[in-house]
Structures are given as structure tokens and as C-alpha cells.
């Protein structure tokens, strides 16, 4: 149980153009998505919490023009990255908190997006 | 923000040797979990400890929880060359955030 998928794996794309990536808990029901961003050999960097039906909570420093996302349902957020350009080249990844799990801290990870802006 | 350190950054060894990742904060944290990500793909959790003290086993990875709840330690007996990964331990921040260290990354030659 508690599988999260993303889609696409990978991603090339030109300078200029929009991009965007699913985030889909296949199991179970998510309240709460998270974005993170991740440069090679480096640790996950948070850049946004995606609740249902409300608007993303933006980390410092992380434009919420640049990056949209919408969590329009309980299984289902997307990211879109708009006017990417080479320095978006990134890998991102998406987690989720199951609903009927509201104790925990436990996130589930996507298997992440990896995103190459030409 | 609840910060965690991890050490070493880099870590290679031999197959069959013994190796430790330790995770410190000057936080006290409810729980703290542990991760392994491999290049390319999500990171999986591998266990979470949540009691101070805690000991943790899972084949040859033993996770320890310190008595403060302040820091952690994955050590794995016998490493071989599929323990090679990215290791990251995560604690709870606000609003079900996850703070992650740094990570520490592990490679076995065979």
C-alpha cells in the first residue's frame, strides 16, 4: 500500500515553455501533497505544501507565479513549471499524507520528475 | 526550523565492512525516520523510531533513537554493494513538514 506515482519520469523541454508534472497517491486518499526539489547529491529542499481544494503554501524563496500547483483532488496534484529555463533543470519529487493516517508524520514519496530545460 | 546534521557526507567502504550515519540536532524531536534513495528514483522510508532509546532492527540496518530524542544512528553490519544509496533522516516540523539532513551518501564496492 501507499504508492505514490508521477508522471512524467522524465521531462526535456525548451527554454520558454511550460511544463507540468502529476502527483497521484494510487492507494489511498491524500490530503496533503508535498513539492520538493532536489539537486544532485543533495538532500530534499521543500518548496511547497498542497493541500485539497485550497490554495499551495510556498516555502521562502520559491515564486508561486513560477511554480503553480493545484490539488484538486484527493489523489491528485499537479506542478506546473511555467517559462522553464535551464536553471529549473531539476529533479522533482512529490509526497503524500495519508488521510486516514492522521497521527502520523509519514510521507510517501513519488518516484520523481526529472526535468531538463534545453 | 528544526535543523539535522548528518556525518559523514560521503561514506565508501568495502563490501562486508561495517559502517554508521549519525543524525544530530540541537531540537528534540517526536520522532525521527529514515530514508534510503537510490540515483533516479524517490526516497524509501526504512523505518521510523519514535521512543527514546529505541532500537531498531531491519536485516542488517540497526537504528538507534538517542535517549534525548535529539539524535539518531543507522549503522549496517556486513554493507554490501545494494545498501549503496543516498541516506537522509527527516523529523517532523510544523504543520506536517518533514526537515531533512543533508544526507549521507554511501557507496559499497564490491
Known amino acids: 500500500g501507499a504508492v505514490v506515482s508521477q508522471h512524467p519520469s522524465r521531462v526535456i523541454c525548451k527554454s520558454g515553455t511550460s511544463v507540468k508534472i502529476e502527483c497521484r497517491s494510487l492507494?489511498?486518499?491524500?490530503?496533503?501533497m508535498f513539492w520538493y526539489r532536489q539537486f544532485p547529491k543533495q538532500s530534499l529542499m521543500l518548496m511547497a505544501t498542497?493541500?485539497?481544494?485550497?490554495?499551495?503554501?510556498?516555502e521562502q524563496g520559491v515564486e508561486k507565479d513560477k511554480f503553480l500547483i493545484n490539488h484538486a483532488s484527493l489523489t491528485l496534484s499537479t506542478l506546473t513549471v511555467t517559462s522553464a529555463h535551464p536553471e529549473d533543470s531539476s529533479f522533482y519529487i512529490c509526497s503524500a499524507r495519508d488521510l486516514h493516517r492522521p497521527g502520523t508524520n509519514e510521507q510517501f514519496f513519488g518516484p520523481g520528475t526529472r526535468l531538463t530545460v534545453l | 526550523t528544526q535543523l539535522l546534521e548528518q556525518s559523514p557526507q560521503f561514506l565508501s567502504i568495502q563490501e562486508g565492512e561495517n559502517l554508521t550515519v549519525y543524525c544530530n540536532s540541537s531540537s528534540v524531536f517526536s520522532s525521527l525516520q529514515w530514508y534510503r534513495q537510490e540515483p533516479g528514483e524517490g526516497p524509501v522510508l526504512l523505518v521510523t523510531?519514535?521512543?527514546?532509546?529505541e532500537v531498531k532492527k531491519l536485516k542488517r540496518l540497526t537504528f538507534q533513537f538517542g535517549d534525548a530524542r535529539k539524535d539518531s544512528s543507522l549503522h549496517i553490519t556486513a554493507a554490501q554493494p545494494g545498501d549503496t544509496g543516498l541516506y537522509l533522516c527527516a523529523g517532523p516540523s510544523n504543520d506536517y513538514k518533514l526537515s531533512f539532513g543533508a544526507g549521507t551518501t554511501v557507496t559499497v564496492r564490491a
Open positions: 498542497s493541500n485539497e481544494g485550497s490554495k499551495a503554501t510556498y
Open positions: 523510531v519514535v521512543t527514546g532509546g
Open positions: 492507494d489511498f486518499q491524500a490530503t496533503t
